[in-house]
């Protein structure tokens, strides 16, 4: 049964919840879904519903397509100014010799290693240091860019970026410019965890608030970057709470266009002071995705990052709206193994992704950071040669 006729199915349940009937016939004449929409699908749509509906909007989208690309990690340093409750990874300031910090060479060393390989993006993440600031990542990024000028360079949280830009006294717009000219291609999605302060201050109080991220992804927009959102969900915040953020990010979304993905972060408990709190079952996570599918409808892409949810529910996302899975990573960043994964390992090449994305039934397309397409994995290497 092709994706209309099982969502119309769906509709014609006489059981179906008036307010869940009306939310599904929006999403058939492609209408915006309200505040009250999402939470309603959130506390009342069951897995079925929203999947079916969530799986429509998919393949109407972008069909069996399903996105990877081939990127590899940079992470300067573990050493962080805050102090984020979630985070197993970074070593506080005051303890920093417990932690690394990669000199300009090491980092080109890391840069030198990929040579000839064909990697499209280095993805620079990691903590928040003192001593790295606005020079010194700007020097990074222009050797990088002289050394191999085509690599997209996507780095930077507005946490870093807002902690570098108050310290070298520079304005959002100012500080993006001035990245943008060293070599800075475009942002990643982290650092939004949950943009209420309800939530924020309770989890990550000390670094920069929701105004102030939505502020550089702003100015990065303005400058004609591309972007990412995420979403650290499943932990304390309330259903309204994840309504909230998405809100917010949709609405920036209408003002710029300029993001590219929305990214749901599955929260982690291993080795970090939250660890207390439960983790949200699978049930949950597919939820958060086919809702995240549903309600963020301006965004044209939404990514399931499979080293935190494993390779088979990363497979699973992809019947609940997901339609991009990051990535062929050699080096997966060190933040998800040390909160408890589910990989132990999580590194996958080419043909373990393509195939992963295969057992789904979907279509593995490799694609740049931009989302051109760089290989069709869909057809035989021989077609391949053929279409040139
Ligand atoms: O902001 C930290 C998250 C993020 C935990 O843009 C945790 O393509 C779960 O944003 N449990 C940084 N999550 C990583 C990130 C990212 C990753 C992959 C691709 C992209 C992209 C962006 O990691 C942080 C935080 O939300 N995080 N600790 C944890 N215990
Ligand atoms: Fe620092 Fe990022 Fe960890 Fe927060 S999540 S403590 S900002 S490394």
């Not at 393509?354 to 397309?365: D, M, T």
Request: some cysteine; proline content about 4%; aromatic content about 8%.
């Amino acid at each position: 049964m092709n994706s209309v006729l099982q969502a119309e199915k769906l509709l014609q349940n006489p059981a179906l919840l008036p307010g869940l009937k009306i939310i599904g016939e929006k999403i058939l004449k492609k209408e915006r879904l309200s505040e009250a929409d999402a939470l309603l699908l959130f506390e009342k749509g069951s897995l079925a519903f929203v999947g079916a509906l969530a799986n429509h909007v998919r393949e109407r989208l972008h069909g069996d397509t399903t996105y990877f690309n081939r990127n590899f990690h940079i992470e300067p340093t573990n050493v962080c100014v805050f102090s984020c409750k979630f985070c197993s990874y970074s070593r506080l300031y005051a303890k920093r010799e417990d932690g690394w910090e990669l000199s300009t060479e090491q980092m080109m060393h890391i840069v030198k290693s990929y040579d000839g390989k064909p990697v499209t993006e280095v993805h620079i993440v990691g903590g928040v240091h003192p001593k790295m600031n606005m020079q010194f990542f700007m020097d990074l990024m222009r050797q990088i860019k002289a050394h191999r000028p085509e690599l997209h360079i996507k780095g930077y949280t507005p946490v870093e970026l807002d902690y570098m830009f108050r310290k070298a006294k520079v304005s959002a717009e100012e500080g993006m410019k001035q990245m943008k000219e060293a070599g800075l291609d475009s942002l990643p999605g982290g650092g939004a965890e949950i943009f209420h302060p309800e939530i924020r201050q309770q989890i990550c109080d000390d670094k920069v608030d929701a105004e102030g991220w939505l502020r550089i992804h702003e100015a990065a927009h303005n400058l004609g970057m591309h972007t990412n959102a995420t979403m650290l969900y499943g932990h304390i915040e309330k259903y309204w709470h994840r309504v909230d953020h998405m809100k917010r990010l949709r609405d920036l979304q209408d003002k710029t266009g300029g993001f590219n993905t929305f990214i749901p972060l599955k929260f982690r408990n291993k080795d970090n002071e939250m660890s207390d709190t439960p983790e949200s079952s699978v049930v949950e996570d597919m939820r958060m995705y086919a809702i995240g599918r549903l309600f963020m409808d301006n965004f044209p892409h939404l990514k399931a990052y499979w080293p935190m949810l494993g390779r088979q529910n990363a497979q699973l996302t992809l019947s609940f709206g997901v339609n991009d899975i990051d990535g062929t990573i050699d080096d997966t960043t060190k933040i998800y193994s040390m909160a408890g994964s589910e990989e132990t390992n999580p590194s996958m090449n080419t043909a373990e992704l393509v195939s992963l994305i295969k057992q789904a039934r979907r279509k593995p397309v490799e694609r740049d950071t931009l989302y051109n397409v760089i290989t069709d994995y869909s057809v035989t290497a021989v077609e391949r040669e053929v279409a040139g």
